[in-house]
């Protein structure tokens, strides 16, 4: 750890793999350029990594053909990207992949710097760092298959628009029907990386992952000192720059903190540490509900190849590791019992309880966001979230029956185009929504806060110390003397 990042190496590479993971469930058919782009340096950075960890055999060893293969791959797909006539050509990169590779090159540089540190012929150190190899390829594992997924779906985006266009198309007879030019090729070499990290997992991801070590809680005010930091920089990113990604980013880890802050109250309250209560997750659980549809809709607004502001990034990922620290139990969630055994779960609940209860104060900063006038976003997709906001009845229908919110040429172009009517409607109310539920959970939290056992000694009066100080600075009381009561 650092001043600059207090998280360690094993939370690094957990949070590429969370990162992978949420690309890979929201990836779609504009993001294929920009991932196809970015592929090449994350693999040098997750090959810099692997290079980096104590421990390697001298020669070949045949733990490292994966990752040798895997960079050899991506150095090709690198170069036949710098060819101007190879789509997609130079461009944007991806945000999301960037950030992941960021993250490896810092926990490739505290291995380089405290490695040597580590006694690597131990056993236990030995399945650590067999599952921080494991680890690295599953995220280049689900990167590379997001990578596909979007390829398969930038195909099938083209096949519809032929169609639609009266244009005949012909369909691909291998991988996909969609795998079509000039995703095509594309396609071929994605799935050749993907297969090449499958076959390293392969009958190895579970077995290497229960020999991670687990870093103990040794800090007990760490969750506090997150959600403080995060606190101030959502607030800031808010305050200055009002793109879509940001306010993604915000809206998903309000969510996150919900969620997390319900298994941290409920094992607080198997450990009584605080009073059960039927209202408070129940209310706590609707709040991230709030939250996570709200973050779906902002994610339509946000643009391929928007970036994040680094602080925000940083203060969310520092979130997420300082909760999994209470939550999870290797690599699974931890039941109640588990949690309740952690030292510093009590301070940790009134950390969980305190981030609720702020939680409905910037709400209401997120929801006059969505009042922003000339809010825009890819025309592909307000489009398809304008007309299922209407036949799911939360937009007013037109009278004039059934109208087209974006214009077809915008579609195919792949334009930036002003928020429609009934998306605009129904982000609003899905504010709202988060407005009214956060009011709600932190109306439940205050009172749970109230009566938590830290917080009610915290308002007990103090004893009369005036006295006490006194008699002590003047020495013993008289009437503790048996000569003076006789």
């Keep these: ?90 461009g944007p990169t991806n945000p999301r992949v960037d950030h992941m590779t960021q993250t490896l090159l810092n926990a490739a540089a505290l291995v380089r710097r405290y490695g040597a540190e580590i006694p690597h012929e131990q056993t236990e150190a030995h399945r650590d760092l067999e599952a921080a190899r494991t680890r690295i390829m599953h995220g280049l594992y689900l990167t590379a298959h997001a990578v596909n997924v979007a390829l398969h779906d930038n195909g099938r985006v083209r096949v519809t628009d032929a169609r639609e266009s009266g244009r005949r198309v012909q369909l691909a007879q291998h991988h996909s029907p969609y795998a079509v030019a000039p995703t095509g090729v594309w396609v071929d070499r994605m799935s050749a990386c993907e297969n090449t990290a499958r076959s390293y997992l392969t009958d190895r991801f579970p077995h290497a992952l229960t020999g991670e070590a687990i870093r103990p809680v040794d800090d007990p005010g760490r969750l506090a000192q997150a959600l403080a930091n995060w606190d101030i920089q959502s607030h800031r990113a808010l305050a200055r720059d009002l793109a879509p990604a940001n306010l993604l980013l915000i809206t998903r880890t309000q969510g996150l903190i919900a969620g997390a802050s319900m298994v941290l109250v409920d094992a607080a309250a198997t450990a009584g540490v605080l009073e059960p209560s039927n209202r408070l997750i129940p209310a706590i659980a ?67 309880l305190r981030a609720i209860e702020a ?62 009517r009934p998306a605009q409607e129904a982000l609003a109310k ?52 048996p000569h003076h009561r006789r």
Aim: no cysteine; net charge negative.
């Design 1 to 90: 750890m650092t001043s600059r990042e207090v998280r360690s190496v094993g939370e690094m590479l957990f949070d590429v793999d969370y990162l992978a993971r949420q690309l890979l469930m929201d990836v779609g058919g504009d993001d294929a350029g920009t991932l196809l782009r970015s592929w090449p340096t994350m693999v040098a950075a997750a090959e810099n990594l692997w290079a980096s960890l104590p421990g390697r055999r001298p020669g070949v060893d045949a733990r490292d053909r994966p990752i040798t293969s895997l960079s050899a791959q991506a150095a090709t797909i690198k170069s036949s990207l710098s060819s101007r006539e190879a789509w997609p050509g130079q």
């Design 430 to 481: 899905s504010s709202a929504t988060v407005v009214a539920a956060s009011s709600a959970s932190a109306s439940a939290a205050t009172i749970a806060l109230a009566n938590h056992p830290s917080t009610v000694r915290a308002s007990q009066p103090e004893p009369r110390q005036s006295t006490v100080v006194t008699h002590e600075m003047a020495g013993p009381p008289i009437s503790a003397t």
């Design 286 to 352: 609707e709040t991230g509900r709030a939250w996570s549809n709200l973050a779906s809709r902002w994610g339509d607004l946000a643009y391929p190849g928007a970036r994040l502001r680094e602080p925000l990034a940083r203060a969310a990922a520092e979130v997420r590791a300082a909760y999994r620290q209470f939550t999870h139990d290797t690599t699974t969630l931890a039941t109640p019992e588990v949690i309740a055994a952690q030292p510093g779960l009590a301070q940790a609940s009134v950390a969980a």
């Design 359 to 420: 939680g409905s104060e910037l709400a209401y900063v997120v929801a006059d966001m969505a009042d922003t006038p000339d809010l825009t976003g890819p025309a592909r997709a307000l489009s398809r979230r304008a007309h299922n906001d209407v036949e799911a009845g939360l937009a007013t229908p037109p009278a004039e029956g059934d109208v087209v919110w974006v214009p077809p040429g915008d579609i195919l172009a792949r334009r930036i185009v002003s928020l429609p």
